[in-house]
């Protein structure tokens, strides 16, 4: 089984094929950002809400716990796929998940156990990709995997969806958000937010490794899940906050299953 709070950054060996060197470094120059509400995060730090309840809902009734209920996530191993800086980890930890975070970027590693380590939270971290604990051996060891506006920055996206698969136990679940590539998505996920708003540092994203709602399922399917819920997330300029819709043109979120 996976390892659950040894308070030690690891940094894993080998593996990386799904790490884009450019993109560990686009993230690493902004590290120290990464709890800064205000800073180059802002928007995760405004998503972070609608994802974190839309991951509690899916996990919980996968398992059949009540999504609102004292610590739905109790006793679950939730293995955080390209983690950061600890922004989804965190919350998880709070609702009663056994979190395992992982990422290829060092720094924000670092980052992610030392806040962990501040606000007394128990929490692994690693630098590693999925690539590697599959290789250490660690296939089925987690209930669930989420993984929150990664795979659109990898450079093999069904190499890194067959990580996750093989990763998660027969009967979990695997959580996934990302962002849909259309005409809507270009204008404002990548121009409007990077070069207009500046909410995101310019280069952010590559719009063209965005990821159709159909090219992640069939990615899903040819890593042995099945789809089980597809759900778009809607930005409400006015206040600022994001909600879950039907609107799956720019952001959306995916849940599937593994038989078993």
Known sequence: MATYGTGKVDVGQGGAATASADEIARFAAIADA??????????????????IAYTRDAVARQY??????PR??????????????????????????QVTGIDADAKGVKVAEAHARMVGLDIHYRCCPPETL??????????????????????????????????????????????????????LAKIGAEYVLRWLPAGTHDWRKFMRPSELAAG?????????????MSFNPLTGTWSLSRDLDVNYLVTAVRAG
């Open 34 to 51: 990464w709890w800064d509400p205000a800073g180059e995060f802002r928007p995760l730090h405004q998503l972070n809400p609608t994802r």
């Open 220 to 232: 899903l399917r040819r890593a042995g899940l099945t789809l089980t819920d597809i759900t778009g």
């Open 72 to 97: 739905p996530l109790r006793g679950l191993g939730i293995l955080d796929v390209g983690c950061g800086g600890g922004l989804l980890a965190e919350p998880l930890t709070r609702l009663g998940a």
């Open 134 to 187: 599959v290789a250490e051996g660690a296939a089925g060891d987690y209930d669930a995997v989420v993984s929150m506006e990664v795979i659109e920055h990898v450079s093999d996206p069904d190499a890194f969806l067959a990580a996750c698969a093989t990763l998660v136990r027969p009967g979990g679940v695997v959580v996934l958000a990302t962002l849909n590539r259309t005409i809507k998505s270009l204008a």
């Open 64 to 69: 059949g716990r009540d999504p609102l209920g």
